[in-house]
Every structure is written in structure tokens, then in C-alpha cells.
């Protein structure tokens, strides 16, 4: 009889109960939402881990996996996971990040984006806590529109795509710029990267996180922004120098960023309070930070991690 082999699950897969069913008869599964000293206790019987990405994989998570062939993650994003780490250790990882078909279904991020400059345009926040202060000032904070804005999108891939049709929608110019001049989208003018930062009302990042883009957007390219341009990062943290970020809110009170990544996200909660943007957030208006909730709708989560389960299944087979 074929020795079944173990699978450790920090990602909760209830929602695709029939095949989780499936998974658990072929397996000896163990699924635990606890804490990452937890998690490397009981790593080292695991044959196969299904990692969240709140998990940071790196030398340290390792360096007690010495069962561990594969690793599963139900993510697009692979900064979680030390790739050089796990490729001296011969573990192969899995992820969705090329699974085309099932991706152009996901708009949760795109739309996401259109959420943070809503909120930041039209003071979102600060009037509904008018409401909750018993306040009816219907002027007091007035927002722009969205219509005839210049829109500027960094990265004309799938979701720069999908962003670029969603601001058409709302009536706006858009304007892209992408390392491969060769992309073509309906109505976006593919344009240089300085003219996109001068000329954009709004700023939306979609690109991957590489040694080359780490710090992409830093104080040289974040001069050439309007004084009340919008930025909206749904991307990586570390896509935006954060000291240079910060400079320039503090600058140019006009100037409204909204960010669903931060350089950090990993850190425990004490290291996360001392965080320079989100300790800015909470005493000024032009800064919201979302906790990377981009992918988090019902569909795009439920998708993801049913290819990742049915992905294990056939190498069970």
C-alpha cells in the first residue's frame, strides 16, 4: 500500500469542501491558522505545505523541513517565498501566477483600485465619521470626479488591462507605460514614464516585484508627480522607496496615496505599529493603507485555492 504522504495547510480550504474531502483520503492533512513558531514545530513532518502568504518562507522556515518536497501557494505573489532558498533545498513550488485562463477571471484587485481613489477623492472616510459625529455637512469636503481625468498605468499587463477599462468606464484618459513597448490596448496610449508621472491626475502601479523594480518609484520619479496627483498601489510594498513615499506626503498635503502593499506587511504586530507610513496614517487624511485585501473577494479566493488543491490531487494520483 502506497504510504500517504503529509500535508500541512496554513491556508483554510473549507470552502472547497468536496475536494478538500478528496485530499484529506489520499493525505494525512493538518491545517493550522497558529502562530509561525507553531507552523516551524510541526514543519518537519510535512511532505507537501499549502503556505499563505502571511507566512514568510525563508532559510529560517527551512531550516526544520527536511521532509518537504513541495511547496503550494494560492498566490500570484511570490515574495513570500525565498525561491533561491528553496532551490538549494531541491523543494519545487507551485503557484497560480501563470495560470492565465482562471486569472483573467480575477478583476478583485482592479476594482480595488477604484475603491482607495473613491475613498481618497470624495473624502470617503472623513464623511462618514461626520455621520458618526452627528454631523450633516454635505460640503464641507469636496471631491473631485473622475471623469476626464487623466489616468496613468504603470505595467499593461492583465490587471493593468482590466484597470485601464475599468477608468474608460468612468470616462477617464488613460495613458500607460510598460517596459515591452509592443503592448497594445484599446484606447491607452503607451507613453514614456516621465510623461505618464507629469501629465496623470491618478497613478495606478501593476507591475511584478523584481530586483529591478524594487524601489521603482522613488524621490526622482515622485518629483515629476502633480502636487495633487493620486498614487495607487496594489502591487508590492517595496515597488515604492517608502522614505522617499513619505517625504513627499508630508510635503504636499494635496498629494493622496492609496496602498493595499507595504514594504513589512510580514512584520508581527508590535514591529507593524512602529511602521513609519501607518503611524502617518493615522494622524493624516491623505494616506489610506488596506491590509492587502486585493485579491480577498469570494471568487478570486475560492478559485485560487481549488487549482491549487486540484494541482495536488493529480500529483497524489
Known amino acids: 500500500m502506497k504510504k500517504k504522504l503529509n500535508i ?73 517565498i525565498d525561491l533561491n532558498e528553496l532551490k538549494k ?59 476626464n481625468k487623466t489616468l496613468g498605468i504603470i505595467g499593461l499587463g492583465r490587471l493593468g488591462k482590466i484597470t485601464s477599462k475599468i477608468g474608460q468606464g468612468f470616462g477617464m484618459k488613460v ?4 517596459t515591452n513597448k509592443k503592448i497594445r490596448l484599446n484606447n491607452v496610449k503607451n507613453v514614456g514614464l516621465s510623461f505618464l ?35 495607487i498601489n496594489t502591487s508590492r510594498g517595496k515597488i515604492i522607496n517608502e522614505k522617499d513615499l513619505l517625504f513627499f506626503l508630508k510635503a504636499r498635503k494635496n498629494f493622496k496615496v492609496g496602498l493595499d502593499v507595504i514594504d513589512g506587511e510580514w512584520l508581527d504586530k508590535n514591529k507593524l505599529k512602529k511602521h513609519a507610513l501607518i503611524n502617518y496614517s493615522k494622524k493624516n487624511n491623505n494616506l489610506i493603507i488596506l491590509p492587502h485585501i486585493g485579491g480577498s473577494t469570494i471568487e478570486s479566493i475560492y478559485g485560487a485555492r481549488l487549482r491549487i488543491v486540484k494541482k495536488i490531487l493529480y500529483k497524489l494520483n
Open 89 to 147: 533545498r531541491k523543494i519545487k513550488c507551485f503557484h497560480i501566477a501563470k495560470e492565465r485562463k482562471l486569472l483573467n477571471s480575477f478583476t478583485a484587485t482592479s476594482e480595488l483600485v477604484f475603491a482607495l481613489i473613491l475613498m481618497l477623492n470624495r473624502s470617503l472616510i472623513i464623511n462618514h465619521q461626520q455621520i458618526i459625529n452627528n454631523s450633516w455637512t454635505r460640503d464641507k469636503f469636496p471631491g473631485i470626479q473622475l471623469f
Open 197 to 231: 508621472l507629469k501629465n496623470s491626475d491618478i497613478v495606478s502601479i501593476h507591475i511584478h516585484l523584481t530586483e529591478k523594480t524594487t524601489n521603482f518609484l522613488n524621490k526622482k520619479k515622485l518629483v515629476l508627480m502633480k502636487k495633487n496627483s493620486t498614487l
Open 175 to 178: 495613458i500607460g507605460y510598460d
Open 8 to 80: 500541512l495547510s496554513t491556508v483554510d480550504l473549507s470552502m472547497v469542501r468536496e475536494d478538500l474531502i478528496k485530499l484529506k483520503k489520499k493525505s494525512n492533512f493538518i491545517y493550522t491558522n497558529g502562530s509561525l513558531e507553531k507552523i516551524k514545530k510541526i514543519i518537519n513532518i510535512a511532505d507537501i505545505y499549502i503556505s499563505s502568504a502571511k507566512i514568510k518562507i525563508d532559510k529560517e522556515f527551512l531550516k526544520n523541513a527536511k521532509n518537504l518536497k513541495f511547496i503550494f501557494s494560492p498566490s500570484t505573489g511570490t515574495d513570500h
